[in-house]
């Protein structure tokens, strides 16, 4: 049988239509159902790539007694928090309010009127580890809601109180300053792992956020010590089994402190925000490592991520089958043991790929197996040897089982892969990234953007090529508009710097408080329990900061007053927070960076059939300044005729030749021809 999934969008909720529960997508119906029967809801929140989600469906949510008994006491609703961002944040803060801590899969109990009352994460099947089993947790809940149904309306209300009191007030807290800034990198060199790179302890995130901002400063300040820990921190990583050594592309996490272990799964958030810190480094330094890495993460997305449709699925499983047992289990497609090097390189190829990639009789992860990685102390090899033998076993792991897709667009997702594929293209001379940039903004525009008359709106997700039901959210709206600036950017073409002025002025009519603060959801957006609104840095930069740092750009192009009054004021989190809590707004400090140093505006103007001026549109492209806006084309008029961005209006040649521009806080360097001059304005390490 199938239930009520079968004709959803999402590849997570498709995962579950043939559960034997009676699954209910979030709706409307759900909970009149749960009225009317005078049930709770069971809330169960996932995603398609979680190893743990996978593991409870199979344990608990395909076994037929646990189904029976859900589906007789209560209502069942299955959330793909990647389309509901929305509904699991709210429930999320609820959980780790009560819990003290989350994670996915996310269980919630609720009342009809959508009021948590019982919470947790992954149950087992059977009580462990001080865990009650998942049918221990039913019959409790089912047990309070028919015996103690006041205590339990009590519980419930209190909790939705309790959200309620912790509403944001940051609209007066002031624009962060150069102080803020410098307390801010001291927090982190305090949480800074000098033995290993990155932050805290296991387990370790990829901290692109911090790292951003880590080389804005530095690019600011000149500040030596915040580039050391960005440049340490992207080599441990880039070492680490967290990055995929033959095919390119970061894991989710490390389970370790040492970068060794990773979670398997691939998310396009990840490696788009990798791909780009990478990029980034590489301007700042020159690393070679740094633009391998850049090249590689790019590569990955296009290669494996990308759809028929020209957009960027939203991530690859941690899990598949393993050739040598049948069973689906993590990491197998990943993992190496030191017989599987030989019987694909034979003896002598696979002891040197062993001590290359640090493969061990041991292993580094389960049953003997090995994640590649690149050990400090590895032999130092021919470069041309490793190309063959990385390409030997490349090929050999392609006629492994591959992990399962995640074929759904995601809006927000999309545009930060868009930003990474556009700038790594412009850098490294790689126009068919740009193209792959191109085309998944073009998706975004045709499937994703609702022009209706009075109703102009962005969708959170499609997939094959299908508008899916859900609203686009803050982040969505945020990053989308930072992909089409950064390709304004690189294309030279003004469309894009329109498209982003659209998404921007929908942020400020849709998502923007009176006193400057941002919401994650529209103002006429569902009512929740609660209105989200998270100043804080996820696993992908927060809605409320990437929506600053894009307001802020698009008045650098124009002018505008009102999108910089709006930028500043919705920075005040951060001379509320950076100095606090700097692991968690760090892109909140890099949008502040920006601010600090203008951001500068470039405008290079010429002739496109003039060579000189992809030499001068590329030097301004490779600035380090923070924040810094490139405009390129021909000179625009006063009328507003010829050049299609604000920037180059009545900008005149120098002596008919390509001519940059560079200005801040209303004043402008000496116009330039040279591109030498031009990168001592912008702090280019190498034109």
Request: proline share 7%; hydrophobic share 40%.
């Given at each position: ?17 043939d559960?034997?529960?009676?699954w ?18 069971l809330l ?13 469906a199979?344990e ?7 189904a ?29 309010a ?9 269980t ?12 947790g994460t ?6 462990r ?6 049918m221990?947790?039913l019959?409790?809940v ?15 209300q ?41 932050f ?7 901290p692109s956020?911090?790292?951003?901002f ?7 300040t ?12 992207c080599?441990?990583?880039a ?5 995929d050594?033959l095919?390119g ?9 040492e ?6 799964e ?21 690393s070679?490592?740094a633009?391998?890495v850049?090249?590689?993460?790019a ?16 991530a690859?499983d941690?899990?598949?089958?393993d ?39 041991e292993?580094?992860?389960?049953h003997?197996?090995s ?18 033998i ?5 090929a ?12 759904k667009?995601?809006?927000a ?16 001379d790689?126009?068919?990234l740009v193209?792959?940039a ?7 525009v045709?499937?994703h ?18 508008v ?6 803050l982040e969505?709206?945020?990053d989308?508009?930072?992909g089409?600036l ?9 469309v ?21 603060s941002l919401y ?8 929740l ?11 992908a930069?927060s ?13 650098a ?12 004021r ?17 892109h909140g ?13 470039v405008?290079?103007v ?7 001026l992809a030499g ?9 300044a ?13 009328d ?14 120098v ?24 990168a001592?304005?912008?702090?280019v390490?190498?034109?």
């Open positions: 049988m199938s239930n009520r999934l079968a004709h959803e969008t999402s590849p997570y909720l498709l995962q579950h239509a559960n034997p529960v009676d209910w997508p979030w709706s409307p119906e759900a909970f009149a159902q749960a009225r009317e029967r005078g049930v709770p809801v169960s929140v996932g995603y398609s790539s979680c190893h743990w989600c996978h593991v409870m199979h608990s949510f395909e076994d037929e007694s646990a029976a008994y859900m589906n007789e006491h209560f209502v069942n609703i299955k959330v793909d928090r990647e389309e509901r961002p929305d509904v699991d944040a709210v429930y999320m803060e609820a959980v780790q009560a819990t003290g801590q989350g994670g996915w899969p996310m919630v109990f609720m009342t009809p009127d959508a009021e948590p009352f019982y919470f992954y149950f087992p099947p059977e009580p580890h001080g865990m009650p089993s998942f221990e947790v019959e409790g089912r047990t309070a809601w028919v015996g103690r149904p006041e205590e339990v309306a009590e519980v419930a209190r909790i939705v109180r309790d959200l309620a009191g912790r509403q944001l007030d940051y609209g007066k807290a002031g624009t962060p300053g150069p102080e803020e800034l410098a307390q801010a990198l001291l927090g982190l060199t305090r949480e800074y792992d000098a033995a290993r790179g990155g805290g302890g296991a387990p370790k995130f990829p956020m911090v790292l951003e880590l080389l804005r400063h530095h690019a600011r000149g500040a030596e010590g915040a580039l050391q820990m960005a440049a340490d921190t080599e441990a990583m070492r680490g089994g967290i990055y050594q095919g592309g970061f894991a989710r996490y490390s389970v370790d402190r970068w060794v272990v990773p979670h398997f691939k998310m396009l958030y990840d490696n788009a925000l990798l791909c780009r810190v990478y990029a980034h480094l590489w301007r700042a330094t020159g070679d490592l633009r391998r850049a090249l590689e993460t590569d990955f997305m296009v290669r494996e991520l990308r759809t028929a449709e020209g957009g960027f699925a939203s690859l941690a899990d598949s089958e050739p040598r047992t049948g069973e689906h289990v993590e990491g197998a497609y990943y993992a190496w043991t030191p017989a599987q090097l030989a019987e694909v390189l034979g003896a002598d190829d696979a002891a040197l790929a062993a001590a290359y990639f640090g493969v061990t009789d292993g580094t992860f389960e003997g197996a994640v590649l990685q690149l050990p400090q102390d590895g032999p130092v090899v021919d470069a041309g040897a490793v190309a063959g990385r390409q030997r076993l490349l050999a792991r392609a006629e492994r089982p591959a992990p399962g897709r995640d074929d667009i995601v809006a997702w999309n545009g930060l892969a868009i930003a990474a594929l556009a700038e790594c293209g412009a850098y490294f790689r126009p068919d193209e792959r191109t085309e998944a903004a073009d998706l975004l045709r499937v953007f609702d022009a209706a008359a009075g109703r102009a709106r962005l969708a959170r997700t499609s997939k094959d090529g299908r899916g039901a859900n609203a686009g959210v969505d709206y945020a989308v508009a930072e089409f950064a390709l304004a950017a690189v294309t030279g073409e003004g894009w710097l329109e498209f982003a002025g659209f998404l921007v002025d929908l942020v400020l009519d849709l998502f923007t408080a009176e006193d400057g994650d959801t529209a103002h006429d957006a569902e009512q329990i609660r209105r989200p609104q998270d100043p804080t840095d996820t696993a930069p809605g409320w900061t990437a929506a600053a740092g894009a307001l802020l750009s698009y008045a192009h124009t002018g505008s007053e009102a999108h910089r009054t709006a930028a500043e919705a920075l005040g989190v951060v001379h509320a927070l950076g100095p606090r809590v700097p692991r968690f707004i760090g400090l890099a949008v502040a960076e920006a601010l600090l140093d203008g951001p500068r505006e405008a290079v010429g002739h496109p059939e003039d060579p000189a001068l549109h590329r030097t301004a492209l490779l600035g380090t923070p924040g810094a806006v490139v405009a390129v084309g021909l000179p625009r008029a006063a507003g005729s010829g050049g299609e961005f604000p920037l180059l209006a009545e900008r005149t040649l002596r008919d030749l390509p001519t940059a521009y560079v200005c801040r806080h209303f004043v402008c360097a000496r116009p330039t021809t040279d591109p030498v001059e031009l001592d304005q912008l702090g390490l190498h034109p």
